[in-house]
């Protein structure tokens, strides 16, 4: 690991651990093993270490849905990849999903560049355009629900979280049926 990902891998850790405001910079280059003009070269300031690391996370988060989508899979089928793995990731990856969610609802959200966010969420868009275009789900407007679909993802999980592994599996299946019951049209 090299130093800007030591950096990172301790900034995560300690925002997690102690919010934005408990976690001077010190802190992290002593956490990362790292002087402080060190973390200074990497990061100018510590509103641009918070705000690469959303955005770094962000797109592992999005590589690792979108690795798991074949050519032969049809627009239900992605949706329900992009749910069930997310959810699985979450579940893995606890200290960056809860870090996505610190920075999601916090005045940090507000320093990413709107082109930024609006990248990271393209291709999930896309699917919801294909999916009203060809009716598969209702034709509500696009943001509502992209806004809908994560705020069940999140309830999923933070149920999920707290319930033993061998039970999550249908769980999880349950709320994607939930969540794709609510969106489509019934016929």
Known sequence: MDKREQILASALKLFVEFGFHGTPTSKIAKEAGVSNGTLFHYF???????????????????????????????IEVIIKKVFIYFIYWALDNREKNHYLQQVLFSPHISQIPEAVLREQSQKHIQLIEEAKATDIIKDLPTDLIYTLANSHLMGIYNYVVNVPPDAQKPIIESGFEMLWDMLTEQK
Do not use: C, H, M, V
């Not at 962000?58 to 690792?64: G, S, T």
């Open 44 to 74: 100018a300031t510590k509103e641009e270490l918070i705000r690469e690391l959303y955005i770094s996370i962000k797109n592992d988060l999005n590589q690792f849905l979108f690795s798991k989508i074949t050519p032969e899979d049809g």
